[in-house]
């Protein structure tokens, strides 16, 4: 059962979300029209501090309360969102003010996100942990569709500033309906263990390599990232255009995969998740295998269109069911810290094959390279299959305790 807290919360962060994808769009347009250098330094300035950072922000996030760390960044965000569209009424559009919010765009970030990240576990219990989560990452993939288009409109049609001032309503709303949900001791749910933030950003690093759970899940989540995510926004745009697809054709595939994985979801949500999620985890890596496999292979659109919603399947039924698994096994003095963890999980490992990759398809072809991915991705989701820790995880019914901790 999930609780109204947290449909109350998720409404909150959807708007949020939809806000930043609206103020994003609109501000990597408006640089790209001074030059790609200040499109990509403005890119570049969110997500440099929010790697950088983001360990620091798990552990202020335990230190303090996810509840104090969130409170503190939506008001940087109304301030800061309310100060660009007052500059920009006042000065235009000067690329000192563009990288300036981007930096503090991508630092509100660090800290943010893992403890929002964090969240659900706080306001769900364990038996309704996945459909939260799927709920959320339902509502994260509408943002991101709906997101750009409405950016294009509102840049087009009304300009930087009247986006900035969008994005400020959005932080406003989500600040005042955290108040709405202020915990009755905001000051329980920080860590109790003593030391610096330097000593809490080491200590759940340390967790995470230690729990065995813990280690095997973010594994797959490092491959997950590393090999499955270039699929569709790298390797599938060199592999159409070797094989002479229209943009209209390849745009079909690539969003094949959306639909299944959100497919995927929307029957976790509402069926509920399988009751061993380290075993599910694992044989979605493999069902999404097969399907690079079939991209590889694939001779004409039509048979590319089935590879895609295989990977989108298999990719789902991964998601839907890791991220609740990490959440679980999470203790709750470390919730923050080992979503920042989960977090970087998913992003450095982009950083360096997004490179690979693309080197690999001009040494050699896209198919090969597809082949790889897929034979990488199998071999961990076979591991996964065969790892003790994560075949003997068990979800609890409602009436068992959670998921025990190694």
Excluded at 170 to 194: D, G, Q, S
Excluded at 273 to 279: F, I, S, T
Excluded at 368 to 374: H, K
Aim: hydrophobic share 55%; with cysteine.
């Amino acid at each position: 059962m999930i609780p109204g807290r947290y449909w109350v919360w998720l409404a909150g962060v959807t708007l949020s979300l939809l806000g930043t994808q609206v103020l994003g769009f609109a501000m990597t347009w408006t640089a790209a029209g001074q030059g790609g250098v200040l499109a990509g330094l403005v890119l570049t300035m969110i997500n440099l501090p929010r790697t950088l950072l983001m360990l620091v922000g798990g552990a202020v996030g335990d230190r303090f309360g996810a509840w104090r760390t969130m409170l503190a960044g939506d008001a940087v965000m109304t301030a800061a969102t309310l100060s660009l569209a007052l500059l920009l009424s006042l000065v235009g559009e000067p690329a000192w003010l563009l990288l300036a919010t981007a930096l503090v765009i991508g630092t509100v970030d660090a800290f943010y996100l893992p403890s929002s990240g964090s969240m659900p576990r706080r306001l769900v219990p364990g038996d309704g942990l996945a459909r939260a989560m799927s709920a959320r990452q339902l509502a994260g993939q509408a943002t991101t569709v709906a997101g750009p288009p409405l950016g294009g409109l509102v840049v087009a049609g009304l300009g930087l500033a009247v986006a900035a001032l969008a994005d400020a309503l959005t932080f406003a709303v989500m600040l005042w309906i955290l108040v709405l949900l202020r915990p009755r001791e905001p000051a329980a749910e920080a860590a109790k263990a003593t030391g610096g933030v330097w000593r809490h950003t080491v200590d759940g690093l340390r967790l995470a390599a230690r729990d065995r759970v813990l280690r095997a899940a973010l594994l797959m989540v490092v491959v997950a990232a590393g090999f499955l995510l270039p699929v569709i926004g790298l390797l599938l745009p060199l592999l159409a255009r070797e094989r002479s697809w229209s943009g209209g054709w390849t745009g079909v595939v690539a969003g094949a995969v959306g639909l299944a994985t959100t497919c995927v979801a929307a029957a976790v949500l509402t069926r509920g998740a399988a009751r061993r999620p380290g075993v599910a985890a694992a044989a979605g890596l493999l069902v999404a295998a097969a399907g690079v496999l079939g991209l590889a292979l694939s001779g004409s659109p039509a048979w590319a269109v089935a590879g895609a919603v295989t990977v989108g399947a298999g990719n789902g039924l991964f998601a839907t069911h890791v991220g609740p698994l990490l959440l679980q096994q999470a203790p709750d003095t470390h919730l923050a810290r080992i979503q920042s963890v989960v977090l970087l999980a998913q992003s450095l490992p982009l950083l360096a094959t997004n490179n690979l990759l693309g080197a690999a398809v001009d040494a050699t072809a896209a198919p090969p390279v597809l082949a790889g991915c897929a034979a990488v991705t199998a071999v961990t989701g076979i591991a996964g299959l065969c790892s003790p820790a994560l075949r003997a995880l068990r979800e609890p019914a409602p009436s068992e305790p959670a998921l025990q901790r190694s």
